[in-house]
């Protein structure tokens, strides 16, 4: 039993680890696994209101700790599911953009399967993450109906491709925290105002990659203050190797004003996906509240580490681009130190 009561103290406290703020991988990656957790601590609670006869003071406040503990994280995920409920209002539209984003993983050569996948959702724009020189040379088939990329071939698991079927407007590439992470910047010329989107994919927290978060936060929060100074309206998306329920992300979205179309369908959980056990909403998407998305699609497995996912993103008719949302001395203050701590 004492087995039981140590592993019912870890999972106690390490949902709260994150809460501490410390950038390094050992004190975020129980916001990765928050879902995985709360199944353990189900279990946890069945096991101990099982075998335990004799409920003493002691164990009593383990129960109600553990409570405590589970609750927070549903507080946490719900959101994120499909019984949180759902805006659905009959918004008018004049028309959609679609993009399909993949991290496709460097390695992976069932280059075919992937082709297959563009050929079957047939978006407007197609993102990869992860691919190199390897890629590049695959991806030329798809070109003649994406005529117009943008290529960072790298290989280090960053490398980066952009394939659209029209022109984009004000096209930049960045590498605004690690010289070696590009992201891509570029105006849609859709119907309306052009819809200003920001590709990223931020090194994770971990022990294989960056020791602590400070490049991925930094990275997000540079990105929000753009949106913050832009007049137009803006999709943000990619492979975050990032949770959307962590105080960077939400801090993020306070920052930016913008909306998660994950809020009330699901988890669309992408990585890892050759184990379901193991898997997290890495892959995301964000807009401003003059758009929304229609259909959002989780591809079949195609040889990656991740899925893809497929959006349709659309005006909202007659709506106005949204102004900047207030933002706390706090959260300014927050947001300035995730940056700045990046450049120590």
């Known amino acids: 039993m004492l087995a039981l009561y140590i592993v019912t103290v870890v999972f106690i406290i ?4 994150p809460a501490t703020r410390n950038p390094h991988w050992f004190f975020r ?19 101990l209101l099982t075998f335990i006869k ?10 109600a700790a553990l409570s405590i503990s589970t609750i927070y994280q549903l507080v946490k995920i719900i959101p994120y599911t499909s019984v949180y409920p759902r805006k ?11 993009i399909l984003a993949a991290n496709v993983l460097q390695d992976n050569k069932d280059y075919d399967d992937f082709i297959g996948l563009v050929r079957k959702f047939d978006p407007d ?18 070109e003649n109906h994406y005529p117009y990329t943008v290529k960072i071939p790298l290989d280090n698991y960053y490398g980066m491709h952009l394939y659209s079927g029209v022109k984009l407007e004000s096209v930049e590439t960045n590498f605004l925290v690690e010289n070696d992470v590009p992201s891509i910047f570029f105006k849609y010329p859709a119907a309306g105002n052009p819809i200003f989107f920001a590709c990223l994919h931020p090194a994770p927290p971990s022990p294989t990659e960056n020791e602590t978060a400070k490049e991925r936060d930094a990275e997000l929060m540079i990105v929000g203050k753009k949106i913050r100074d832009l007049d137009c309206s803006a999709v943000v998306c990619g492979d975050m ?32 996906a050759r184990y379901s056990f193991l898997r997290f909403p890495l892959d995301h998407l964000f807009h401003t509240r003059d758009l929304y998305v229609g259909k ?10 991740h899925f893809a996912m497929y959006y349709e993103i659309y005006y909202k008719k007659n709506e106005p681009i ?5 933002l706390s001395g706090d959260d300014h203050k927050e947001v300035d130190a995730l940056i700045e701590r990046a450049e120590d």
């Not at 390490?14 to 680890?17: A, G, I, T, V």
């Not at 990656?29 to 096991?47: S, Y």
């Not at 004799?54 to 129960?63: H, S, V």
């Open 14 to 17: 390490s949902p709260f680890l």
């Open 29 to 47: 990656t129980p916001d990765f696994i928050r879902a995985q957790t709360v199944v353990i601590q189900v279990l946890l609670l069945f096991l």
């Open 54 to 63: 004799t409920f003493y003071t002691e164990l009593l406040i383990l129960l």
């Open 88 to 98: 659905k209002k009959p918004f008018g539209s004049d028309g959609y953009v679609s």
């Open 125 to 142: 724009l197609v993102l990869t993450m992860e691919s190199d020189e390897n890629w590049e040379n695959a991806l030329q088939e798809i």
């Open 241 to 272: 190797n990032d949770v959307v329920w962590s105080r960077t992300t939400r801090l993020f979205r306070k920052l930016t004003g913008m909306l998660d179309p994950r809020i009330g369908r699901g988890f669309y959980s992408t990585f890892h």
């Open 296 to 305: 959002m699609t989780r591809s079949q497995y195609f040889g990656s580490d």
């Open 322 to 326: 949204p102004t900047n949302p207030d």
